[in-house]
C-alpha cells in the first residue's frame, strides 16, 4: 500500500478553507490534529440517530448507543494489541496520569520513594507528580536532557535506582519531537526496582501509528484523542491488567460500582472501575471511528512520508538567518520548534498568521524545557500525516517576510 497525501488530505474538510484570504496552512497539529470525514460523520449519526445514555437502558436507542461505545474501546484495544479490559475511557492524557499519580501514587509512594521524570516532559506529567510527592513525602528526580533535547548520556543509570516506585516518561516530546527509548528506560528501571512502574505519555505518539505500550515496558500508557484525528474531550489510560486490578479507584458515582450500600460499596472490575459517571459517550465514539481510519493506513508509508517531510523542513528553516532549532535529537517526529534571534515568538506568530499559516507559540506548556534552552517561548510548527512541502515552503516564505518587518 502506498501513501497519497493529496488523498489523505481530501478527507479532512477544514484543511481546503481560506484564512485571512489566504489558502489554511495547518500546522498545528500537535496542539490538535483536524478531523477526517469519517469522525465526523460518526458524530453525526451518533447524535442524530443514536443518541442515549448507556450501560443502563434496555431500550434500543440505549442498546444502540453501548454498542458503539463498547465498539470504540474494540478499537482502541486492537491499536494497542491490548485487551479490551485494559483500556479506561478519560477526558484525555492529563486526566489519565492524574488519575495514575492520584490512584497509584496513593497506593505505593511514601517518604524515602523516589518518582523519576525528565526535563522534556509536559505540565501534565510534572505537576501530577509533583502533587503526589508532596502528598506522600516522595522526592522528585529528574533526568537532564542535552543540547539536541535528548536525555543526557547516563541520566538514566544515574537517576533511576533501587528507591524509584514511579518512572513516568513522555513517549515523544510535545516541545522538542524527540522520541525516548522507553523499551530501554524500561528495562534500566526492572533491573534496579522490581516495585517501581512506568507511566508514560504517548500522546504525541499516537498520531503517528498503532503502539503496543506492553512491549515498550510500559504499565501505564495515557493519550488524547483530539491530537489522533478523533474529538476532544476524550483519551485513554491504557494499564496492565495486574496493575489495574490492584489500582483503587479515584472517582466514585455510578458505573463504577458492583453494589452500594450504608454499611459499604463494592468496586466493579476494571475498566469500569475508573469510569465514574455518564462517559463521553459521543467523543469515544468519535475516538473509535479516528482509530479504525489509521488502522486502515500504510503506516510505514506514512513514517517515510513524515520522516523526509521533517528533514525538508529542518533543512528550509535552517536557511533563515538567525534561526536556531530546539530539538535536534536523532530520534526525532513531527515538530520543528525554534527560536529566531531578536524576534519574539509572539510576534512571528501573529504575521505568520497573517498569512494564513498555523503555528503554535509560548512554553507549550514545557516551561522546563524552555529553561533549558535559554529561551522565554519558542514558535513551534508540527506537522501530521497530512502535511506538505509545499505548506513548508510557505511557512519559510512567511518567516523570511514577518523577520524583515520585525527587525
Known amino acids: 500500500m502506498s501513501f497519497d497525501v493529496e488523498a489523505i488530505r481530501r478527507e479532512f474538510p477544514a484543511l481546503h478553507q481560506e484564512v485571512h484570504g489566504r489558502p489554511l496552512v495547518y500546522l498545528d497539529s500537535a496542539a490538535s490534529s483536524m478531523k477526517p470525514e469519517a469522525v465526523i460523520e460518526a458524530l453525526t449519526r451518533f447524535y442524530r440517530r443514536d443518541y442515549s445514555n448507556v450501560h443502563r437502558g434496555v431500550h434500543a436507542l440505549s442498546q444502540r ?110 516541545a522538542l519531537g524527540t522520541v525516548n527509548d522507553v523499551r530501554r528506560i524500561a528495562e534500566v528501571t526492572r533491573a534496579v526496582s522490581k516495585d517501581a512502574v512506568v507511566v508514560v505519555d504517548g500522546a ?73 459517571g455518564t462517559p463521553a459517550i459521543g467523543e469515544a465514539i468519535g475516538l473509535g471511528a479516528a482509530v479504525r481510519w489509521m488502522m486502515g493506513l500504510d503506516w510505514a508509508a506514512v513514517a517515510d512520508h513524515e520522516d523526509a517531510l521533517l528533514a525538508y523542513g529542518h533543512a528550509r528553516l535552517s536557511e533563515v538567518k538567525g534561526l536556531r532549532l530546539t530539538g535536534t535529537a536523532e530520534r526525532k517526529k513531527a515538530v520543528m520548534a525554534f527560536a529566531i534571534d531578536g524576534v519574539h515568538p509572539h510576534d512571528l506568530g501573529t504575521l505568520v498568521d497573517l498569512e494564513g499559516i498555523a503555528v503554535r507559540v509560548g512554553h507549550h506548556c514545557a516551561e522546563p524545557v524552555m529553561k533549558r534552552f535559554g529561551v522565554p517561548a519558542t514558535t513551534r510548527a508540527s506537522l501530521a500525516l497530512y502535511s506538505t512541502r509545499a505548506e513548508i515552503d510557505r511557512l519559510v516564505q512567511a518567516i523570511d517576510k514577518a523577520v524583515a518587518i520585525l527587525r
Open 204 to 276: 504525541q505518539a499516537t498520531p503517528h501509528g498503532p503502539i503496543d505500550p506492553r512491549a515498550l515496558g510500559a504499565d501505564f500508557f495515557a493519550f488524547s484523542g483530539h491530537k489522533m484525528f478523533a474529538p476532544t474531550g476524550i483519551g485513554v489510560l491504557w494499564g496492565k491488567r495486574e496493575r489495574l486490578a490492584e489500582m483503587p479507584p479515584w472517582q466514585g458515582g455510578g458505573d463504577m460500582i458492583r453494589s452500594v450500600s450504608f454499611e459499604g460499596t463494592t468496586y466493579a472490575d476494571p475498566p469500569s472501575r475508573f469510569e465514574a
Open 65 to 174: 448507543a453501548t454498542e458503539a461505545f463498547e465498539g470504540a474501546r474494540k478499537a482502541v484495544a486492537a491499536f494497542l494489541s491490548a485487551g479490551e479490559d485494559e483500556v479506561v475511557f478519560t477526558r484525555g492524557t492529563t486526566e489519565a496520569l492524574n488519575l495514575v499519580a492520584q490512584a497509584w501514587g496513593g497506593k505505593v509512594l511514601g517518604p524515602g520513594d523516589e518518582v523519576v521524570l525528565s526535563e522534556m516532559e509536559h505540565h501534565s506529567q510534572i505537576v501530577p507528580w509533583q502533587m503526589a510527592c508532596e502528598r506522600h513525602g516522595a522526592t522528585l528526580r529528574v533526568l537532564r536532557i542535552d543540547e539536541r533535547g535528548a536525555i543526557a548520556e547516563g541520566e538514566i543509570e544515574r537517576k533511576i535506582g533501587p528507591r524509584t516506585k514511579v518512572v513516568a516518561i513522555v513517549h515523544t516530546s510535545n
